[in-house]
Nanobody
Framework: QVQLVESGGGSVQTGGSLRLSCTASGRTNSRYSMGWFRQAPGEEREFVATLSWSGGNVYYADTVKGRFTISRDNAKSTVYLRMNNLKPEDTAVYFC?????????????????WGQGTQVTVSS
């Protein structure tokens, strides 16, 4: 089992930045690909970004491409999501997830472990 805990959420104004962190504990010796998803009020959870175990392969949703950066520090068992130029439509609860599959997982069902989420609110 792997436990994931997100942090770094908060409230910012349009154009601001935040860095989310997701720290894993438990069975962290396996090579998980990681992803970030988000869920806005009244909406379904959607894919944001994913990266491979090595961090060499990344993929972003079109809505965040060029503004968000996913990265990881395996020595710290931590994945990051740097979010720049935030917009009100980025307001959501952000979840990190770990997958036993190789990278490139865009669907929720491809992930095996989930964090509880952290709230990001962007005001205009």
């Amino acid at each position: 089992q792997v436990q994931l805990v997100e942090s770094g959420g908060g409230s910012v104004q349009t154009g601001g930045s935040l860095r989310l962190s997701c720290t894993a504990s438990g069975r962290t010796n396996s090579r998980y690909s990681m992803g970030w998803f988000r869920q806005a009020p009244g909406e379904e959870r959607e894919f944001v970004a994913t990266l491979s175990w090595s961090g060499g392969n990344v993929y972003y949703a079109d809505t965040v491409k060029g503004r968000f950066t996913i990265s990881r520090d395996n020595a710290k068992s931590t994945v990051y999501l740097r979010m720049n130029n935030l917009k009100p439509e980025d307001t959501a609860v952000y979840f990190c997830a770990a997958s036993n599959r190789s990278w490139g997982n865009l669907r929720e069902e491809e992930y095996d472990y989930w964090g509880q989420g952290t709230q990001v609110t962007v005001s205009s």
